[in-house]
């Protein structure tokens, strides 16, 4: 809005109320010489006056309120790409003609958008957000009580253990479907895995991370999507069992269940993070298919050594109308041990109800002596069977033997609170009986609490 | 001249000149016949050349478009039922506009409350309300004398609107809060407010997600029959199931985090919600009102187009369409529109077989073909292509 047409409309404004304010002083109501047809005239002339009066307040009272709210600014300039038909001759043709041929051209649009300036700060913050490195923060801590329930005694008896583990998150796009990702994780404090000595751990916090109460690189990669995004790359140090042995009910140790077993499948083999490749073929038609190699030592001197190959095909399947279910099959092999062994396993979580999931694994790895075999199950619970709508609570049961005749029982329950959108609470209850070959049966009951942040 | 005579002036200028705009209007309508069917063309909004263009629904070739005035900004287009009139909603002009479809000519333009957005026609034709989401209003247009008869307000950033298949009673969804208005059609009047549900106690905890940006309810939508509506909340994360007949909330069915709306399959079946804060899509079967699938998807879905027996899911930002198999409920593949695209809403033909995407960044409308899924492109159908309708589509739906 110029200042000139304000100028103009306030000028108008102001003759219009000396014109509203004159007739009846010109005209005085009672004078005897004045024909009434005269006088409802005047009147109705009054009236309309009025309104329109009225209708012009209206109209600055607008005309203030988009000026406050109202970049001023010219209207804006666009670069608009066009498909034009052009001939031989360069000469452009409304429609396609004998001769022509579409070309793709650019050229600049004026474009009569008012934007208000939120638009115009929201659009800034927006571009700048774009070109930052994101940082994220996942913290946890965990803390667990040891209560031996069975067997000799064993020193973790009565024992409580803390955890404290903080990631920082590091993302970065560097070109389009191509981003980098970088997660520095530090812990403190001590596992009861120290004192338990079981085949999985009670805590999952600690798995594939070689150091403690130092800060370590749990992973840095980068990600490319290809093929119109079917085809997904990762590379660079990863942990291959975010993309490999996947579960929707017990993959997650911040939220779910925290002991490794009910996390992932043990025979997937996997000890360490280290430098990989991750192929994922992604059609979104219910198929995956996935390839990956890693290393898992941290020793290592090649990329030959202590390698992990790793092959999945997945299926989301809707099956009698039960819900969504996803389905995994998976095989390995590696040379860690200084020969190539294998493993194979599934992992399957179907939903029963809308609030209610099954889920179970099955892995066999073949080791020096017998193979080692492990299955787990449970069910996960949400909605409507959680106290709060995005609570979730689980019941789990594993069971792993090795060749040589270990072999390890645990079940866990777990109660996840969601506070807020940044802050979790769960507690668990965990119980495991190991029964190491050629020795004793122990167990222990685990209470803990978690209390989980991420922003 | 004197005072009076000046006022005079004035008076009489402003009847010349408003005589003058009315004859052009009536001259405009007396106009060329340029759209004989209104259900041979597709209407596209474009928002930044703030014009309504119309598109052969057979040859794909634009039959030419009405410019609204500058710094209008349309929203959404709707034809009447009867095919003669388009109307829509100026955002930044405050104004909603009617077009006579036979002549493709402005016929009025009437203001309104602050930034008109979505808007429906009763049933009958004879209303068309437009929701004044800025203005926490509805502006009820009365179609015979195309006066705005009746501002109705008391709603909380009112977006879509839902009128009962007898006409009697209309739904305005309000996204700045969560409950649905019910709106008496022949008064004209907000009767009730009808929650679809509240935040959980501990959602004290969390001021900044619950008092922040609120993201309420955008839409009511209707099942087949007319005797349910089911309104998605996208604060709280479900999908409130409304019966029209009690006017009162009878269900409600969790779904994933924040849920858009609920898209309607033609066969009356399922209803599909577009979850944007998880990226997946959750697939009710409005027999059981449960949910029976939910599947993974894509970022900003703002629309959900059905055809050939599939879903198409639009994935604003990423330029995908993610094709679902409604016989089975699992997904279906992907359909890429682009790279650097931003696709926004579509509308389906009336035989459920072709699909009509504005993309707003090229300036174009793609045609999908809902058996094939072939893509055809229609480049340049004006700037900033924000929307698409047909007359009697299932599909016809805005952001």
Do not use: Y
């Given at each position: 809005m110029t200042y000139s047409y304000r100028r103009c409309l306030g000028r108008l404004l102001r003759q219009l109320c000396v014109g509203v304010v004159a007739v009846p002083m010109l005209c005085p109501q009672g004078q005897a010489d004045e024909p009434p047809a005269d006088r409802e005239s005047i009147l109705r002339r009054i009236e309309a006056l009025e309104q329109r009066l009225r209708r012009l307040e209206a109209v600055e009272q607008r005309v203030e309120e988009l000026e406050s709210t109202t970049v001023l600014s010219e209207p804006e300039t666009r670069v608009k790409q066009v498909e034009v038909w052009v001939d031989e001759a360069g000469v452009e043709h409304a429609t396609q003609e004998p001769g022509t041929r579409r070309v793709v051209t650019y050229q600049r649009e004026r474009v009569y958008r008012r934007q208000t300036i939120n638009d115009k700060i929201e659009a800034a913050l927006d571009d700048a957000a774009a070109r930052t490195v994101q940082v994220g923060v996942d913290a946890a801590i965990v803390l667990q009580n040891v209560q031996q329930t069975n067997g000799s005694d064993a020193r973790a008896d009565g024992n409580t253990y803390q955890l404290a583990s903080a990631d920082l998150l590091f993302t970065a796009g560097l070109a389009k479907y191509t981003v980098f990702y970088a997660d520095v994780v530090g812990l403190s404090g001590t596992p009861p895995d120290g004192e338990v000595e079981g085949l999985s751990l009670l805590n999952g916090y600690a798995a594939r991370l070689r150091e403690q109460n130092r800060l370590e690189l749990r992973e840095a990669w980068l990600m490319t999507e290809l093929w119109s995004q079917r085809l997904t790359l990762v590379a660079g140090r990863l942990d291959l069992t975010n993309y490999f042995d996947g579960n929707a009910a017990a993959n997650d140790e911040t939220t779910q269940f925290i002991s490794d077993a009910l996390v992932n499948?043990?025979?997937?083999?996997?000890?360490e993070n280290g430098a990989g490749l991750a192929a994922i073929f992604d059609p979104r038609n219910g198929f995956r298919l996935k390839a990956g190699y890693q290393q898992s030592?941290?020793?290592?001197?090649?990329?030959?050594?202590s390698l992990f190959y790793l092959t999945e095909a997945s299926y989301e399947w809707t099956p009698f109308d039960l819900g969504e279910g996803n389905y995994r099959i998976w095989y390995r092999t590696d040379n860690s041990s200084g020969k190539d062994q294998n493993a194979f396993g599934i992992s399957m979580d179907q939903k029963l109800s809308s609030g209610l999931t099954l889920f179970a694994r099955y892995g066999s790895a073949e080791s020096e002596s017998r193979r080692d075999h492990f299955y787990s199950g449970g069910l996960q619970f949400r909605a409507d069977y959680a106290y709060n709508p995005e609570d979730a609570w689980g019941l789990g049961y594993s069971y792993y033997s090795l060749g040589p005749g270990d072999r390890e029982r645990l079940a866990e329950a777990y109660y996840n609170l969601r506070i807020s959108g940044k802050l979790q609470f769960s507690l668990i209850l965990t119980h495991v009986s190991e029964d190491p070959a050629g020795s004793s049966k122990i167990s222990y009951v685990v209470p803990g609490l978690r209390l989980q942040a991420g922003f | 001249m004197t005072v009076t005579g000046f006022a005079n002036f004035v008076g009489t200028s402003v009847l010349v000149l408003w005589g003058t705009v009315t004859a052009a209007s009536d001259g405009a309508l007396s106009g060329q016949v340029r759209v004989s069917d209104p259900a041979s063309v597709v209407l596209i909004v474009n928002r930044d050349s703030n014009d309504i263009a119309f598109m052969?629904?057979?040859?794909?070739?634009?039959?030419g478009s009405v410019f609204l005035g500058k710094n209008v900004n349309p929203h959404m287009a709707s034809m009447s039922p009867d095919g003669r009139w388009v109307v829509t909603g100026g955002s930044s002009s405050n104004k909603a506009y009617i077009i006579d479809v036979p002549t493709l000519t402005l016929v009025k333009s009437i203001p309104v409350d602050f930034a008109p957005e979505h808007l429906a026609f009763s049933p009958d034709g004879r209303y068309y309300y437009q929701g004044n989401p800025a203005g926490d209003s509805v502006s009820v247009i009365?179609?015979?004398?195309?006066?705005?008869?009746k501002r109705i307000r008391g709603f909380a950033e009112p977006l879509n609107i839902t009128f009962t298949p007898d006409g009697t009673k209309a739904y305005i969804a309000n996204y700045g809060a969560h409950w649905v208005g019910v709106v008496d059609v022949t008064r004209h009047e907000l009767l009730k407010k009808i929650y679809v549900g509240f935040a959980p106690g501990i959602a004290s905890l969390d001021p900044e997600r619950y008092l922040g940006d609120i993201k309420g309810i955008s839409n009511a939508s209707i099942s087949n029959d007319g005797r349910y509506l089911y309104a998605a909340d996208g604060d709280l994360g479900v999908v409130g199931v409304i019966d029209t007949r009690e006017d009162r909330l009878v269900k409600k069915i969790r779904v994933g985090e924040d849920p858009w709306r609920v898209y309607m399959s033609h066969d009356g079946k399922y209803g599909v919600v577009v979850n944007n804060g998880d990226e997946t899509i959750s697939i009710i079967d409005l027999g059981r009102n449960e949910v029976v699938a939910t599947l993974e998807a894509g970022p900003e879905m703002i629309g959900v187009n059905f055809a050939a027996g599939k879903a198409f899911v639009i994935s604003s930002t990423s330029g995908f369409l993610y094709v679902y198999d409604m016989s089975r409920l699992e997904p279906a593949g992907r359909i890429k529109i682009g790279s650097n695209v931003q696709i926004e809403t579509a509308t389906t033909d009336t035989a459920d077989e072709k699909i009509y995407l504005a993309s707003s960044t090229d300036h174009s409308v793609y045609i999908i073909d809902g058996r094939t899924e072939a893509v055809e492109r229609v480049a340049n159908v004006g700037l900033y292509p924000w929307g698409t309708h047909i007359l009697d589509s299932k599909d016809n739906y805005c952001h």
């Open positions: 499948n043990p025979t997937l083999g996997l000890s030592s941290s020793t290592a001197t090649n990329l030959s050594d | 052969d629904i057979e040859t794909h070739k634009l039959l009365d179609m015979v004398s195309m006066t705005e008869i």
